[in-house]
């Protein structure tokens, strides 16, 4: 059984993971797309939902592997966007301790 | 038993440091070249890893290429093949091409898929004669507070 410790620590990692994931790829789709990097954090993205059990989402980035595969790379700013809406309760965990 | 941990995810190397840490020394690197020079390291040093669990994509050097390097040097040094570090890749799982890469390269002798689940990893461990029993299943649920 996990102490509430332990939960806090697994959030938090799992909010680092995003955010940085989140950047990386907010970075790639930026000025002209960086298709190596779209696809490396694409992947790692899909990697750390998947450990945080958000399988929804999962499924949206699988779309957009997807799309990638049409060429279709237009949608990701706005994927990246609800991925930040969506996961606000995370991203943001601790930050109303301060 | 002596782990190293390769991920550049800070979750997955969470999950699998608080599952490995339990059996003994478990080190934890980023990326494949770390990996590369911590095995390479640790040979020297005649403290072998007993068990990588390495990530399949990450920067700098990804797992399949860390791999690779890591047997070459294991043959350069003349080490026996039931002595060659034992590794598991970690990846999602429809990743197959990737995991058969590493199967049909004769390289790994498990994979992973994410997301980690505790069981999958120990009965590897069991399986690999690394761990000498199952421990019994925990329910991993938020203690009442």
């Known amino acids: 059984m996990l102490t ?3 939960i806090d620590v697994m959030i938090e990692s799992s909010a680092e993971s995003l ?6 790829l907010q970075k790639a789709t930026e000025n002209s797309y960086n298709f190596k990097e779209i696809s490396v954090q694409r992947h790692r993205l899909k990697g750390v939902l998947l450990n945080m059990g958000e399988n929804g989402w999962v499924e949206i980035v699988r779309q957009m592997e997807k799309s990638a595969s049409k060429k279709e790379h237009k949608k990701y700013s706005s994927i990246v966007e609800s991925l930040h809406v969506g996961m606000a309760d995370i991203l943001l965990f601790g930050h109303g301790d301060e | 038993m002596r782990s190293l941990i390769v991920e550049d995810d800070a979750l997955a190397r969470m999950l699998l440091l608080s ?5 003994g020394e478990c080190d934890v690197v980023e990326n494949g070249e770390e990996a590369v020079q911590r095995v390479s390291s640790s040979l020297e040093e005649d403290t072998p890893y007993d068990i990588m669990c390495l990530d399949i994509v990450m920067p700098i050097l990804g797992g399949q290429e860390a791999l690779s390097q890591i047997r070459s040097i294991e043959r350069g040094r003349g080490i026996k093949e039931h002595k060659l570090l034992k590794v598991i890749m970690v990846t999602a799982i429809e990743d197959f091409d990737n995991i ?4 049909e390269g004769g390289h790994c002798e498990a994979y992973l898929a994410k997301p980690v689940r505790e069981e999958e990893l120990l009965e590897h461990l069991y399986d690999l004669e690394l ?3 199952m421990p019994q299943q925990k329910d991993n649920v938020r203690e009442q507070r």
């Open chain 2, 19 to 23: 599952i490995l840490s339990r059996y």
């Open chain 2, 131 to 133: 761990i000498k029993e």
């Open chain 1, 4 to 6: 509430d410790a332990q």
């Open chain 1, 19 to 24: 955010k940085s994931t989140l950047l990386l």
């Open chain 2, 100 to 103: 058969m890469q590493a199967f």
